[in-house]
């Protein structure tokens, strides 16, 4: 199944419409306009789907919950997968008490959620853990998402992972020229990487701008956290760091426990850059 967005009404082919200019919002305030929490919990979500569904050209905004994500992408289960095809998409506006204000990723028990992302945006979420996605990757699940041309600007985890929160197993995600700028957190302003127990997350990123994130304590573009032998090992390649800011680590911060011997926690750079404001 594909859905395409951003059509005026006269189109002959889905060639000819117009997404940036034609709206077409997906909106959880579906109750009274002045209070959020009769939103939709979900807005939009995929459970089990492969790569020949497609979702291109809408706004998905105003979504609120306690917790799992305006979208959701779910592949739990031993032989599951979940890998839609999101294109062209702007996530505005979305809140969750807990974690996952944005964008949802969730595996367990072997299942495998891993969607393709190319020239989305995801902007100005709000969570206590992920304000833009959340990948939440348990028991032995998956993800080997991949975001291409992507934004994540101005989302807020109140707690960890303004931009993004990766936990869990394995959680192998790439990002290629994308831009993570302007978001906040307590820890972890851009991106926080939590392994948790014998977990790896070992995202790769290219060509990518960390900029203007700002983190209250530590980690204001990246903060790794290893401990429970869990690994959080990100590689960056032609990346640029700009104008980060924290009490500890305005670009990076690597934080393990010294008990835990077998913990790995290393950011590999090749061919990076980092300027200061």
Request: proline share 2%; hydrophobic share 30%.
């Amino acid at each position: 199944m594909k859905v395409y967005g951003g059509f005026l009404g006269g189109e002959a082919s889905i060639v000819s419409r117009d997404w940036e200019s034609n709206s077409t919002i997906l909106n959880g305030n579906i109750g009274d306009g002045g209070d959020i929490w009769d939103n939709s919990l979900c807005v939009v979500k995929f459970d089990h789907v492969g790569s020949t569904t497609h979702l291109d050209g809408f706004t998905i905004r105003e979504g609120v919950g306690n917790d799992g994500g305006r979208i959701v992408i779910d592949g739990t289960g031993s032989g599951g997968t979940c890998s839609p095809v999101l294109q062209n998409l702007t996530v505005t506006a979305n809140r969750a008490v807990e974690q996952a204000g944005g964008i949802f990723i969730h595996a367990a028990d072997y299942g495998n959620a891993s969607p393709s992302l190319s020239n989305c945006t995801i902007v100005g979420n709000h969570a206590e853990l992920g304000g833009g996605m959340y990948f939440d990757i348990e028991n032995s699940g998956r993800s080997t998402a991949t975001l291409e041309d992507c934004k994540i600007l101005s989302n807020v985890g109140y707690s960890h992972g303004g931009g993004i929160y990766m936990n869990g197993t394995y959680v192998f995600p790439t990002f290629d020229r994308c831009t993570i700028s302007g978001n906040y957190a307590n820890e972890g302003g851009g991106l926080y990487l939590n392994p948790g127990q014998y977990g790896y997350c070992r995202p790769i990123i290219s060509n990518t701008l960390i900029s203007g994130n700002r983190a209250n304590y530590s980690g204001g573009g990246i903060y790794n956290k290893v401990c429970d032998r869990g690994e959080a090992e990100p590689s960056l390649y032609n990346c640029t760091f700009a104008g980060n800011r924290a009490t500890y680590g305005g670009a990076i911060n690597n934080w393990f426990t010294t008990d835990q011997t077998s913990s790995v926690g290393k950011s590999r750079f090749w061919s990076c850059a980092e300027t200061r404001a």
